[in-house]
T-cell receptor, first 112, second 114 residues
Framework: KNQVEQSPQSLIILEGKNCTLQ??????????LRWYKQDTGRGPVSLTI?????NTKSNGRYTATLDADTKQSSLHITASQLSDSASYIC???????????FGKGTSLLVTP | KAGVTQTPRYLIKTRGQQVTLSCSPI?????VSWYQQTPGQGLQFLFE???????NKGNFPGRFSGRQFSNSRSEMNVSTLELGDSALYLC?????????????FGPGTRLTVL
């Protein structure tokens, strides 16, 4: 069964600090992996999308890495801001069909 | 460019009723996908429509159905509502498809079933 596991489930950090969120998956064959940010009460917003051949992709202070051999991805947030407080969702797309596999998200709280 | 819009934003229904939710994609996008989001299960894929055809379907009962019109606008219908259908329903649009393109999400419709 295709699965996407995210860790930690929740995280609290001080403003200005860095943090790393993890995503492990068993989806096979693999097509692409995405990270979304979802603010409370809003729809998710795409941060990055990576295919098999890409191992790093940045979007401002967000940097996603992908190791397709170990089926692991991470999202690194640099110099966190209060506005980074949100849920971060990892989504993995398989190569067959169009089904997307969602992680349950990591809830990040950035405190002053 | 206007973003994805969903109507209504909030809805309260009772068990056994049916409900129709609407989604207008970004202009030029032909793919519309629907998702259910609950605190316990996270985001779950319902179905995807592309050029008026259902292209993929998640593991939801037949009470959940949808359609897409020629202008790419999409509707989702849930019949015989159950308490467990209370959730945030999100739609997302993309140019070529949910599995390949960046998806743009709407703000969601919050459905409460009493």
């Amino acid at each position: 069964k295709n699965q996407v596991e995210q860790s930690p489930q929740s995280l609290i950090i001080l403003e200005g600090k860095n943090c790393t969120l993890q995503c492990n998956y068993t989806v096979s064959p693999f097509s692409n992996l995405r990270w979304y940010k979802q603010d409370t009460g809003r729809g998710p917003v795409s941060l990055t999308i990576m295919t098999f051949s890409e191992n790093t992709k940045s979007n401002g202070r967000y940097t996603a890495t992908l190791d397709a051999d170990t089926k692991q991805s991470s999202l690194h947030i640099t110099a966190s801001q209060l506005s980074d407080s949100a849920s971060y969702i990892c989504v993995v797309s398989g190569d067959s069909g169009y089904a997307l596999n969602f992680g349950k998200g990591t809830s990040l709280l950035v405190t002053p | 460019k206007a973003g994805v819009t969903q109507t209504p934003r909030y809805l309260i229904k009772t068990r056994g009723q049916q409900v129709t939710l609407s989604c207008s994609p970004i202009s030029g996008h032909r793919s519309v996908s629907w998702y259910q989001q609950t605190p316990g299960q996270g985001l779950q894929f319902l179905f995807e429509y592309f050029s008026e055809t259902q292209r993929n379907k998640g593991n939801f009962p037949g009470r959940f159905s949808g359609r897409q019109f020629s202008n790419s606008r999409s509707e989702m219908n849930v019949s015989t509502l159950e308490l467990g259908d209370s959730a945030l329903y999100l739609c997302a649009s993309s140019f070529q498809g949910a599995s390949t393109d960046t998806q743009y999400f709407g703000p969601g419709t919050r459905l409460t079933v009493l």
